[in-house]
C-alpha cells in the first residue's frame, strides 16, 4: 500500500496559558493555512526558541490551542540546541527538554516541552491498512530503503500520511508528496 509522505519542520503547540504569556490576553492566531489533518493548521504567527548554545528565531505556532505546549524538532535541530529530546508520541513529555520560548510579548523557560515526534502514519479505520492503532511497521522508500520503527496512528477523523520531520526526510531522501511503501 503506498502512503503519501509529509515532512514537519520545527514548530511549537501552545496551550492557552502559554500563549497568553507569549502574545497577550485575548490574542487571536492568524490561520496560515491547513495542515493535512482535519482541524489542524499553522498559524501566521512565529516564536523564537532557544538554548544556551542556538536559537532558531522563526518557529511555526500551530493550531488549534493544545491543552499542553509542545516543541517539536529534528534530530539536526537538537544538535544545533545542543540538546537530547527523546523521540516520543505527541503529549508524551515527561522528562524531555526544557528551551526558552520567546513571543511579542514575552519570554519564558518552559521545562518538559521538547521532543522529536515519532515516525507515524496516520489513518482510520476505513484506510484497511492492515494494521492496528499503536502498531510499530516498517517502510520502504521507492528507491529501496527501509525506515524502521513507523509508528500507526488511528482516529476517526485521521488523513492517511506518514509524518517524518527533515532530518528523516534528508537521510532517506524524502520530500513533501513523496510515496512510501506499507506492507
Keep these: 500500500m503506498k502512503i503519501r509522505v509529509g515532512i514537519s519542520n520545527r514548530h511549537i503547540h501552545l496551550c492557552e496559558e502559554d500563549a497568553k504569556k507569549l502574545f497577550g490576553s485575548g490574542y487571536v492566531f492568524e490561520k496560515r493555512n491547513d495542515l493535512s489533518q482535519k482541524g489542524e493548521y499553522a498559524c501566521q504567527e512565529t516564536v523564537k526558541i532557544s538554548t544556551d548554545k542556538y536559537e532558531f528565531p522563526h518557529v511555526r505556532v500551530m493550531g488549534p490551542i493544545r491543552e499542553y505546549t509542545q516543541v517539536e524538532v529534528s534530530k539536526d535541530d537538537a544538535d544545533l540546541l545542543g540538546i537530547d529530546p527523546p523521540v516520543r508520541d505527541s503529549g508524551d513529555l515527561a522528562n524531555s527538554e526544557s528551551v526558552w520560548v520567546e513571543g511579542p510579548q514575552g519570554k519564558f523557560y518552559i521545562e518538559n516541552c521538547c521532543i522529536r515526534a515519532n515516525r507515524h502514519i496516520h ?25 524502521d520503527n513507523v509508528h500507526i496512528k488511528m482516529g476517526d477523523n485521521f488523513t492517511k500520511e506518514m509524518h517524518i520531520d527533515k532530518s528523516d526526510a534528508l537521510l532517506y531522501g524524502l520530500e513533501n508528496g513523496d510515496y512510501i511503501e506499507l506492507d
Design 123 to 147: 489513518c482510520n479505520k476505513l484506510d484497511n491498512i492492515g494494521h492496528n492503532n499503536r502498531d510499530i511497521v516498517q517502510v520502504k522508500t521507492s528507491d529501496g530503503k527501509i525506515m
